[in-house]
T-cell receptor, first 113, second 117 residues
Framework: AQKITQTQPGMFVQEKEAVTLDCTYDTSDQSYGLFWYKQPSSGEMIFLIYQGSYDEQNATEGRYSLNFQKARKSANLVISASQLGDSAMYFCAIYNQGGKLIFGQGTELSVKP | GAVVSQHPSRVICKSGTSVKIECRSLDFQATTMFWYRQFPKKSLMLMATSNEGSKATYEQGVEKDKFLINHASLTLSTLTVTSAHPEDSSFYIC?????????????FGPGTRLTVT
């Protein structure tokens, strides 16, 4: 069985600073994918970034980067230069060979002006 | 980009009635659709996987007779909450996988907030 763990229920960050959201995973699959999604208060799930298990380089998408440490089974999200609009719930998820997404508990990020 | 719509966005119904939620892929064919349930400030819990033309596969603990799922075409899946009760109040989100895209790509709908009174 696969599992995603996000240990930070809530995080605060000052506007324009960087923040790291933690995510660890557990899987026995050799091939898998890791995702981060943002969910604002409106409820929509916004795809942020993807990392494949065989990707050697850390994924980056604009201000988002994924710190992938395969041996430690961690896939932390780094948001640089935080903006007020970054305040939202953030979910880490793992895609398994069965085609399903398994989500973590989520981290609520609040950006302070 | 791929767009998935859900209808309605919000619904309030009385206890004992049934509610149907539609999930549509607007610009791609979705061979597989997924239905999730989410409580406030909680994770998304997968309820079932729906493949076009076949019966849905439900996750453990999800009552298939209560949450009826139909995937009649490559662009439409429906979730019907039968004999709804207040404990069924939740945020329901669907996602769709593009049959032509990468194996991992799922596109999420905007969600439906169900309130049962």
């Amino acid at each position: 069985a696969q599992k995603i763990t996000q240990t930070q229920p809530g995080m605060f960050v000052q506007e324009k600073e960087a923040v790291t959201l933690d995510c660890t995973y557990d899987t026995s699959d050799q091939s898998y994918g890791l995702f981060w999604y943002k969910q604002p208060s409106s409820g929509e799930m916004i795809f942020l970034i993807y990392q494949g298990s065989y990707d050697e380089q850390n994924a980056t998408e604009g201000r988002y980067s994924l710190n992938f440490q395969k041996a430690r089974k961690s896939a932390n999200l780094v948001i640089s230069a935080s903006q007020l609009g970054d305040s939202a719930m953030y979910f880490c998820a793992i895609y398994n060979q069965g085609g399903k997404l398994i989500f973590g508990q989520g981290t609520e990020l609040s950006v302070k002006p | 980009g791929a767009v998935v719509s859900q209808h309605p966005s919000r619904v309030i119904c009385k206890s004992g009635t049934s509610v149907k939620i539609e999930c549509r892929s607007l610009d791609f064919q979705a061979t597989t659709m997924f239905w999730y349930r989410q409580f406030p400030k909680k994770s998304l819990m997968l309820m079932a996987t729906s493949n076009e033309g076949s019966k849905a596969t439900y996750e453990q603990g999800v009552e298939k007779d209560k949450f009826l799922i139909n995937h009649a075409s490559l662009t439409l899946s429906t979730l019907t909450v039968t004999s709804a009760h207040p404990e069924d109040s939740s945020f329901y989100i669907c996602s769709a996988r593009d049959g032509q895209g990468g194996a991992y790509e799922q596109y999420f709908g905007p969600g439906t907030r169900l309130t049962v009174t």
